[in-house]
């Protein structure tokens, strides 16, 4: 419509062409020259070429970053270098949301190589002549911290979390049949819960900053440049279109780049060194410790099962809200309404049970937390398809064959999902003595994805030998990379249920490093097979997806291996798992 106005012809005698748009004379206009007319208007709704005239839809293209990442000279946040730098740190109070009682700075300020040191308000930075002296001359900072504004051990913040049950629902946005009249049947209960995790990026926190006085260019890898480019502005006290926000490659990010913290830092340090590039690395420790958590989360459910059929399913969940504590911070509001976050992942899967109710209850904690892979999805599609799980069992029905006809009554897509990992893994319903294998199942960001986890146990040990997944994304656009994406949201998934925790005392987060903080390693990883469908009728999301059915996957395959149910994560506490 842009090239039409433009050119002043009608829309459909134009035609489009590797990014122009042509009209019958052979005028070309790309669509950089367009893109600022056609963001004015309204977006029609089209039609797509048929499949049959697709050039790039549908085929599995060549990555044009994967040979600087596979060479070593793909440009990273961290890998950022300008003229005249200098390096920083920073050393953040361990009890979260908390500040400082005061500081001594002064053996850091004797340390050759020290250029200054910063009060942060909740902490300080340390400017120096290398990252590593930097470091160095952090922790050589004597510095008393407030005490912690949430109840300080794990065991007083779950109980918290359970105190959330006792008050009355947030959200409840599934209320199917009567869940509270008597139903004749088999009562099934459970209690499941889930820890707090990390986001363990592979490249930790780290921004670079140039503050000129009247301009701030900055370079991280993010997932939100718009906001990193507002919080930076104001912090600098710059009009938003004084500062210019570089974006490269990300280390990892799952959500935890989203937020801006790494980078508002670097703008309050740099403004203290203006004329002056500082690139500003959290070690690990500061990063670890200093995340925007996946929160730790409780489930109470209860079913009726009878003749082999499920009569009513009634879960309840607790958990502290993703959505308002991060919205409010990103955003500077709470979204109006109910809050799906806090219940996604059970209330919206697609199960033809007559009676059938979903609620959320928010535990009001200041713990900070924010955007996980998969996000409400990562704790409830453990919780909602383990107790799915438990009542097939109760039922006397093989597990996948009694999600099958629950979801077929619902929807077509997520049934053929069902069918077609049980044809990829020959599921049978019986293993032998050494092996256990769990289907999970969940629905999440328009795509339903099913697998199935087989684990084995070797002399006492149990390792996770391999994993099949069927997902339908509607329209494969890139079938190759929706694959790729699926391996990496189920090992991500599985390293999540195996044995990630993040726990506190002393109001401290107890996890420092990666020797405490169990991610599954290459040697334990799996194999992994995956099949894409395309039956749904809209277009699914990938990237998240795959993360959700790892987790009740292996719960479940643990349960048929070793006839034990492990209603908490990580299973690795249960198991003697191969990490």
């Known amino acids: ?262 980078a508002t830092y670097a703008a309050q340090i740099a403004k203290e060194m203006p004329g002056t590039p500082v690139k500003v690395t959290w070690t690990r420790e500061e990063d670890m410790r200093h995340d925007f958590y996946r929160p730790a989360a409780m489930a109470r459910f209860r079913g009726v099962v009878k003749d082999g059929e499920a009569l009513v399913l009634e879960g309840r969940i607790a958990a502290p809200s993703t959505t308002r504590q991060a919205a409010l911070r990103i955003a500077g509001m709470v979204p109006p309404g109910k809050d799906k976050g806090l219940v996604e992942g059970a209330f919206d899967q697609p199960y033809g049970i007559p009676n059938f109710r979903i609620s959320g209850h928010i535990a009001d904690l200041s713990v900070p937390i924010g955007y996980w892979r998969s996000v409400g999805y990562s704790y409830n599609g453990f919780f909602f398809d383990s107790f799915i799980d438990e009542m097939a069992h109760a039922a006397g029905r093989d597990p996948l064959e009694f999600r099958l006809q629950l979801i077929a009554r619902e929807h077509g897509p997520s049934a053929g999902c069902l069918r077609a990992v049980a044809e990829m893994c020959e599921w049978t319903g019986q293993t032998a003595g050494d092996v256990g294998r769990g289907v999970g199942f969940t629905y999440s960001f328009g795509t339903p994805v099913a697998q199935v986890v087989e684990v084995v146990d070797e002399a006492g040990e149990i390792r996770i030998r391999k994993v099949w997944i069927a997902c339908d994304v509607g329209t494969a656009l890139d079938p190759r990379n929706i694959a790729a994406q699926m391996m990496g949201g189920a090992i991500f998934g599985l390293s999540a249920a195996a044995g990630e925790e993040i726990s506190f005392a002393g109001g401290e987060v107890q996890q420092w490093n990666y020797p405490d903080y169990d991610l599954l390693r290459m040697h334990s990883a799996p194999e992994v097979a995956v099949r894409v469908l395309e039956t749904n009728p809209h277009l699914g999301g990938v990237g998240e997806p795959g993360t959700p059915p790892a987790m009740p996957a292996l719960a479940n395959a643990l349960f048929d291996l070793t006839g034990m149910r492990a209603r908490s994560l990580p299973l690795s506490k249960s198991f003697p798992l191969k990490l």
């Open 1 to 262: 419509q842009a090239a039409a106005d433009r050119l002043g012809i009608n829309p459909g005698d134009l035609r489009t062409e590797n990014g122009r748009v042509i009209a019958p004379d052979g005028t070309a206009l790309t669509y950089h020259e367009l893109a600022e007319d056609a963001a004015l208007l309204d977006v029609p709704k089209v039609e797509l070429r048929p499949a049959s005239a697709w050039k790039y839809v549908g085929k599995s293209m060549p990555r044009l970053d994967m040979v600087g990442k596979v060479t070593g000279t793909a440009q990273f946040g961290i890998d950022t270098v300008a003229e005249g730098m200098v390096f920083a740190t920073l050393r953040m109070n361990p009890r979260l949301g908390a500040g400082m009682v005061r500081f001594d700075a002064s053996a850091a300020e004797r340390m050759a190589g020290v250029i200054k040191v910063i009060d942060l308000g909740g902490g300080i930075a340390v400017v120096a002549r290398n990252t590593w002296l930097a470091f160095q001359a952090a922790e050589a900072v004597k510095i008393d911290w407030q005490d912690a504004p949430y109840p300080p051990e794990n065991a007083a913040l779950m109980e918290a979390i359970a105190a959330a049950f006792e008050q009355k629902p947030d959200s409840t946005l599934r209320d199917d049949g009567d869940v509270d009249t008597v139903v004749d049947g088999a009562e099934i209960t459970a209690e499941y819960r889930a820890p707090w995790l990390t986001h363990a990026t592979m490249e930790p926190m780290n921004a670079t900053a140039h503050f000129t006085g009247d301009a701030l260019e900055i370079w991280a890898g993010n997932q939100a440049p718009i906001v990193v480019q507002q919080k930076t502005a104001k912090i600098c006290g710059l009009d938003q279109d004084q500062v210019t926000v570089h974006t490269p490659f990300m280390g990892g990010g799952f959500g935890r780049r989203g937020e801006s913290d790494f």
